[in-house]
């Protein structure tokens, strides 16, 4: 099974045909997609200018799409290296618990659903590298009220979500199932108590 890097050199390779390359940049979204597969799909096509269902885009769109797809995978590797760092020296220290973002961190290893959007068609329209920086610093810092990633307040609990967790708090304006960890126990309350009044 090809790595991510080897899907990268085939979409940006001009000896391959379009559909080969098209394809490619697909698969590159089995290894690293943090908005969930599809919604990441959506995102990249948009930012870079062709259509979802477009068979034969232009070729510098593509690579367009993987640069920026490239550009956030670094920033998550930069902080999995960093979080693992963490873990062994608190190990080290005694401290073999973990805590709430280590257990959100498992549920996203490599990437896969970091900022997950239930709903493919709604998701933060900026860079995906600035929507993980600003989601790891959420991370590193003291709860917050809002979103990290756009700052918006209207948070609203879900269940049955097509990711782990299966339930959370989505944020209405950029769509992205918030991580637990980077809300306050307030926040969290005033997420699920919309949530009733949306049910109502």
Not at 104 to 116: I, P, Y
Not at 135 to 159: F, K, Q, T, Y
Not at 183 to 190: G, K, P, Q, R
Request: net charge positive.
């Amino acid at each position: 099974m090809a790595g991510f890097r080897s899907l990268a050199r085939q979409v940006r390779d001009p000896r391959n045909d379009l559909a080969l390359r098209r394809y490619s940049l697909r698969k590159c979204l089995e290894r690293f997609a943090p908005y969930g597969h599809r919604a990441t799909w959506d995102h990249l096509c948009s930012r870079a200018g062709f259509g979802p269902e477009d068979r034969s885009p232009d070729p510098a769109r593509l690579v367009a799409a993987l640069e920026e797809l490239e550009e956030a995978r670094a920033v998550w590797l930069a902080y999995e290296v960093a979080f693992a760092e963490r873990r062994r020296k608190e190990k080290h220290d005694g401290l073999r618990r973990p805590g709430t973002v280590d257990d959100w961190h498992r549920l996203t290893w490599g990437g896969f659903g970091v900022a997950w959007c239930d709903d493919p068609s709604v998701h933060p329209t900026g860079a995906l590298a600035e929507v993980l920086r600003r989601l790891i610093a959420a991370l590193e810092r003291d709860p917050g009220e809002c979103c990290p990633v756009c700052a918006g307040s209207g948070l609203v609990w879900m269940h049955d979500l097509a990711h782990e967790p299966s339930s959370g708090p989505v944020c209405t304006r950029c769509g992205i199932v918030v991580p637990r960890p980077v809300l306050t126990s307030a926040a969290l309350t005033e997420a699920r108590r919309a949530r009733l009044l949306v049910s109502a």
